[in-house]
Each structure stands twice: as structure tokens, then as C-alpha cells.
């Protein structure tokens, strides 16, 4: 599933990687897909702030893949 609310091409907040590290544990490969879950949720419901947050968690969940695949 592809990040359609991306505003960002990269994020560097400390509170996007420890909510990737969280989602992470609890759902490993998977954990890209429930965030952004989470945005489509918070967009429907016209939550604009949230979604955007966790769509930026759902990028910074699929660098983090990238980078430890490129390692």
C-alpha cells in the first residue's frame, strides 16, 4: 500500500522514529501498512493533523526498511 498523504519527502522528528520503533516491535514487517491504516482512518474521519502525522510515520517506517536492506 503506497502513502497517498506524504507531504514530506523526509522527516527527521525524534517522536516519527520512536512511534516507527513502537509499531515496529509490535507488528515488524507489517508495521508500514498499520500506520498508514491509521492515516486513512484519521482522513476519513477529517482529521487532517494526525493523518499527515502518521502517514510521515508510515515514510519513515519504509527508510528505515530501506536502509537496513541497503546495509
Known amino acids: 500500500m503506497s502513502n497517498v498523504w506524504q507531504h514530506k519527502p523526509s522527516i527527521d522528528e525524534p517522536e516519527f522514529d520512536a512511534m ?3 509499531l515496529e516491535a509490535k507488528h515488524g514487517q507489517f508495521a508500514a501498512e498499520v500506520a498508514d491504516f491509521f492515516s486513512a482512518v484519521h ?3 477529517g482529521d487532517r493533523d494526525r493523518s499527515d502525522a502518521w502517514a510521515d510515520v508510515a515514510e519513515r517506517l519504509r527508510e528505515r526498511e530501506n536502509e537496513r536492506l541497503l546495509d
Open 20 to 22: 516507527a520503533i513502537v
Open 43 to 45: 482522513f476519513k474521519n
